[in-house]
């Protein structure tokens, strides 16, 4: 899985983008396995990416979507705030947004976990895309790696080096069974997100169901929203949705995942079976040294529709 079709490819645009109108779906919590309802709402030009929880009164349910508010990582990726709110669960939302090349939203949700859908990013694409997308002024701001930065943990590796867009490469390995090796490669943009990765399910293995619900977590786990695998068998009656579906989500992992560093990324993302806590130590290693990046502003006389080799940009002071 790669992305071939040229020059064309992953390049960035050029202005800031938020929703045209509100939007609501319900779904239930993956680990949680409780009800919960999700609104997406249009965002003022350089807002950012903010959830708000409903059922907590006032500023304490404000949680913005950024790297140094990640607390937690076991099989999800956890905001939390100075006022003890959480929020679980929001790689997918996040992926979905980082895909279709969104800056600004408020997500109000009324609980603590963001509601599975079908364990991909499709639906949240579709809700993005109902709601309409709306280009604003607002030049874009973007991450750009300046050097290579890696986190190695015993076999586990994850690496962001230079690049003029945003590309994600990443190696699984789970033994001996369905999942097996897998790898694959993608320049992100909004076609190859779309088309490559947004359908791509979350995982699990049956062997490991009954310590999970013992820990509190997969209780609203099912067939309808992950695909489950037990040895060397797919359990799912309608199998995979594409031959490497594992690989290709842990890459929507990584793109959500990344993008919680406050805006798209220029670099090339290289993960060995990293995961939600590998990648939330690289953007924190990343920013723990300012040699390591810059944030450069796109310039908004760009025209998003024409193929550009480099974006341009100026570097933000």
Known sequence: MSDRRGKAAGVPSATRRTIGQAIRCEGIGLHTGQPVAMTL???????GIVFRRTDIEGDAGILPARWDRVTQTMHATLLSNPAGTTLSTVEHVMAALAGLGIDDILIAV?????PIMDGSSEPFVFLLE???LHDSELPRRY???RRTVSITEGSKSASLSPADHFSVSVEIDFG????ARQSGAVVVDETSFKGQISRARTFGFLEEVNYLRANGLALGGSLDN???????????PEGLRFDDEFVRHKILDCIGDLYLA?????GAFHGVKSGHALNNKLLRAVFADPANYEWVEAS????TGAPMDLPAVAARA
């Open 143 to 145: 991450l750009r790696v």
């Open 41 to 47: 709402l249009p965002a003022a030009p350089g807002t």
């Open 176 to 179: 001996n069974t369905a999942v």
């Open 300 to 303: 908004a006389s760009v025209s």
């Open 130 to 132: 109902s709601a309409g």
């Open 110 to 114: 009324d609980g603590p976990e963001l």
């Open 226 to 236: 992950a695909v489950v695998v037990s040895g060397q068998s797919v359990m799912n």
């Open 262 to 266: 406050g805006g798209p990324i220029l």
